[in-house]
């Protein structure tokens, strides 16, 4: 089955009524651009920049190191766009296992990704002009995690606008970059208008979205049988964002494991999603999925499963 899935590497991802789908791929080190690029990958939906950061005693990477390695990316991937997302420390990605953060109560909860790196603008600084730099070297698109107030958005605004402010009078080159943020948590997905307003497009965290919506820690096993993806509240948010991106014009991708899940892409064919990021290893397979669906007549059983009592019910129909 490996081998002939192989075969459609170089197939276009379309419906079978002709609807173009971006299958995306989610890295964790520059080094992974090599297996997005063998998968066919359209590009990089998910680089967790994060990683760059982990397991290094706090001494964090500093400006140069990161546009090196957002460069090497950017040029693993021969132009196609790379979603460059801001750390998300904390919680489930600690920067030293050892280390304070574990001692709080709630790590979830508390000051993890963009609460994180707002908490330190400097530091957060040299994130964003490195993220600029390295867009000179081909399409960047930069993600914003965890948002869920509108300080937090006009703070990393107004700090990215800084960077292109720095880096313009420094004469340092830099690229466009457009904006996005995580649709991650359940405030940010009640609050579209708001995020579309500010954001270029956005990209939904289904691990986290299912996990703030349900209350379900998604580390741990003792409630692991209660992390339902198909819960009918996380289904009515993820079409939501889908519905709501797509009415204004603006691009909604999800990144989280459902993307990658074969047994949830005609659920968000038929909800209208068109943009995919997952796992590398996952591609071929989900794309051997959207080669077999008819998204319009798939449309309307995904609107019966959206408003089911028991989604699950339905999925195999
Ligand atoms: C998510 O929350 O779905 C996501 C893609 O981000 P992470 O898994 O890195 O928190
Ligand atoms: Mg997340």
């Not at 995306?24 to 690029?37: G, H, K, R, S, T």
């Not at 071929?284 to 028991?310: C, F, G, H, M, Y």
Request: hydrophobic residues 45%; negative net charge.
């Amino acid at each position: 089955a490996r081998s002939r899935l192989v075969r459609l590497r170089d197939t276009p991802a379309i419906t079978l009524d002709g609807e173009p789908v971006d299958l995306l791929a989610n890295i964790e080190m520059p080094e992974d651009a090599a297996a997005a690029v063998r998968a066919g990958a359209a590009g990089v939906g998910l680089f967790r920049s994060e990683f760059l950061f982990m397991g290094r005693q706090g001494h964090l990477p500093d400006e140069e190191e990161q546009y090196q390695a957002y460069r090497r990316a950017v040029e693993g991937m021969n132009g196609l766009p790379v979603t460059i997302r801001t750390v998300d420390i904390g919680a489930d990605k600690p920067m030293d296992s050892s280390a304070q953060e574990g001692k709080h109560l709630n790590p979830a909860l508390g000051l993890r990704a963009i609460r994180w790196s707002l908490a330190d603008p400097a530091m957060f600084l040299t994130q964003l002009r490195a993220i600029l730099r390295a867009a000179a070297h081909g399409p960047v698109k930069m993600l914003v995690p965890m948002l869920a107030h509108l300080s937090e958005i006009r703070q990393t605004l107004s700090l990215l606008e800084q960077a292109r402010v720095e880096l313009h009078r420094e004469g340092r080159p830099q690229g466009a970059v457009q904006v996005g943020a995580m649709i991650e948590i359940p405030a940010a997905a009640l609050m579209l208008k708001t995020f579309l307003r500010y954001f270029d497009y956005l990209s939904i965290g289904t691990n986290d979205l299912i996990q703030y919506t349900l209350a379900i820690d998604r580390a741990d096993e003792s409630v692991a049988h209660l992390y339902d993806p198909l819960h009918p509240a996380v289904l009515r948010l993820v079409a939501d964002t889908i519905a709501e991106g797509r009415a204004q014009g603006k691009e909604v991708s999800v990144c989280g494991e459902m993307a990658g899940d074969v047994g949830m892409t005609r659920l968000l064919l038929g909800l209208g999603l068109r943009s995919f990021s997952m796992h590398p290893a996952q591609i071929l397979a989900v794309k051997q999925e959207v080669l077999r669906a008819d998204a319009a007549k798939i449309a309307p059983w995904a609107r019966q499963v959206l408003e089911s009592e028991t989604p699950s019910a339905l999925m195999g129909s």
